[in-house]
């Protein structure tokens, strides 16, 4: 079976650094479009970062408020994925989840209806 594992999630302090893990089980990241998305209570599931497929570009994008503090990023051996956060912010406290697209072969996108793969969500809260 194929599983995404998260880990990483914490309290931390305004202005201080996160690194999300998406570990993949049972099959290689290489050939998936990777994305983290967030969500808080009483919100809808709002999409943060993507890592294309490395069949194509392995090209990265960002929602723009996370641009600049966030990194998304695969490890060389295509197993997982990670996000660093910088500069954290209390808007950013909430439940981060990594999905996956499988055998993409176009762009990763920040639509949720792409991904059919999900992790079990990690949380992150920020203080002010």
């Known amino acids: 079976q194929l599983h995404l594992v998260q880990s990483g999630g914490n309290l931390v302090q305004a202005g201080e650094s996160l690194r999300l893990s998406c570990a993949a089980s049972g099959f290689y990241l290489a050939t998936y479009n990777i994305a983290w998305f967030r969500q808080t209570p009483g919100k809808e599931r709002e999409w943060v970062a993507c890592?294309?497929?490395?069949?194509?570009?392995?090209?990265?994008q960002y929602e723009e408020g996370v641009s600049g503090r966030f990194t998304i990023s695969r490890d060389s051996e295509a197993t997982t994925v990670y996000l660093q956060m910088t500069n954290l912010e209390p808007g950013d406290t909430g439940t981060y989840y990594c999905?996956?697209?499988?055998?993409?072969?176009?762009?990763?996108?920040?639509?949720?209806?792409?991904?059919?793969?999900w992790g079990q969500g990690t949380q992150v809260t920020v203080s002010a």
């Open positions: 890592i294309s497929s490395l069949n194509i570009n392995g090209r990265t």
């Open positions: 999905a996956a697209e499988a055998a993409a072969w176009y762009d990763c996108s920040g639509h949720e209806s792409s991904y059919s793969l």
